[in-house]
């Protein structure tokens, strides 16, 4: 696989939504913020934080238990493996009755694990019910922007597609072009401008929304050529927010595109359709792709024959 391009890792938003920058000069201890790290984190490695805290705790506790002389009932002298076996039972409040501690020290520590595991437990529970229920949007969008026209105009267009059951209702875009620029005094900024949408917001996302930026007087992308906008390191940033009808919280996807995933004179196939008893069809299975603007035929007139969406 080739080397990725200064374009693709230089943009601030990844193809996964993720920003994507580099933090200096800021305190990066995970400790600082250890909430919010783990209920960002991926289920894996959430899990594995998990498992690796209990394990180790487990491990402190077991060589506190043998610390103490014979200080477990039924234990063997000096076996780890049944002072971790009783640490387990402990923390996570077992007690099958086999082992039990015997001296006052055991007592104690057992007692304080005990008070440990509880706690831990209910830390636990609570993050796992909180990333559980968190709302996430699962919105399609497509592998390449396309530079077209539409009704006479010059536009760049774009498509989005909700890909759960649900629907997401007053969703919104808001649409960004990053460019890195020189100011008058010669200082080398990167500057954000607006792109005027032709629809932003929509009242009910359940299908496809080919989003439209008309290129007109006042559009940062008048006179613009795929060469000017690999010079100015442009990228379009796509942030979409909603309300998710199932959980009635606000939802947001976001998504960018360099000039390299920009097609010129191109428009995106129609992937609209009707099923035999009248409904409305979504092929995802065309959803990226895109042919010449000026392809006619069958495929055009398909197109003007449905409902843009």
């Not at 696989?1 to 920058?21: A, C, K, T």
């Not at 019910?129 to 497509?142: G, I, N, Q």
């Not at 009910?204 to 000017?228: D, G, K, M, V, Y």
């Not at 995106?268 to 979504?282: A, E, K, M, N």
Request: glycine share 6%; proline share 5%; aromatic share 8%.
């Amino acid at each position: 696989m080739s080397e990725p391009s200064l374009q693709q890792r230089g943009r601030v938003v990844s193809r996964e939504g993720r920003i994507n920058i580099v933090r200096a000069g800021v305190a990066r201890g995970y400790l600082n913020d250890l909430y919010h790290f783990l209920l960002v984190s991926s289920w894996p490695r959430l899990l594995a934080i998990l498992l690796g805290l209990y394990l180790t705790s487990n491990v402190l506790f077991a060589c506190a238990y043998l610390l103490g002389d014979h200080a477990i009932v039924n234990a063997r002298p000096g076996s780890f493996a049944d002072a971790f076996f009783f640490s387990v039972q402990t923390m996570s409040t077992i007690g099958y009755g086999v082992l039990a501690p015997r001296t006052p020290y055991a007592n104690v520590l057992m007692t304080t694990e005990a008070f440990i595991g509880l706690l831990g437990l209910a830390m636990v529970t609570g993050m796992i019910f909180a990333k559980f229920s968190r709302p996430t949007s699962r919105v399609l969008f497509s592998r390449v922007a396309v530079m077209t026209r539409r009704d006479g105009v010059p536009c760049l267009m774009f498509r989005m597609a909700n890909r759960r059951g649900n629907q997401i209702v007053e969703a919104r875009v808001h649409v960004v072009l990053a460019l890195t620029e020189t100011t008058a005094e010669g200082e080398v900024i990167r500057r954000l401008h607006d792109l005027a949408m032709a629809r932003e917001q929509n009242a009910l996302f359940a299908l496809s929304w080919t989003a439209i930026h008309p290129i007109t007087e006042n559009s940062p992308l008048l006179r613009a050529t795929p060469q000017s906008l690999v010079e100015k390191e442009a990228e379009i940033i796509v942030s979409m927010t909603g309300l998710d009808e199932t959980f009635s919280q606000t939802v947001h996807a976001r998504h960018s595109y360099v000039p390299e995933e920009i097609l010129w004179n191109a428009r995106f196939v129609d992937i609209l359709s009707r099923t035999p008893d009248g409904r409305r069809q979504v092929d995802y299975s065309r959803f990226h792709e895109v042919v010449p603007e000026d392809a006619r035929g069958e495929e055009r007139a398909h197109s003007a024959a449905k409902p843009v969406v």
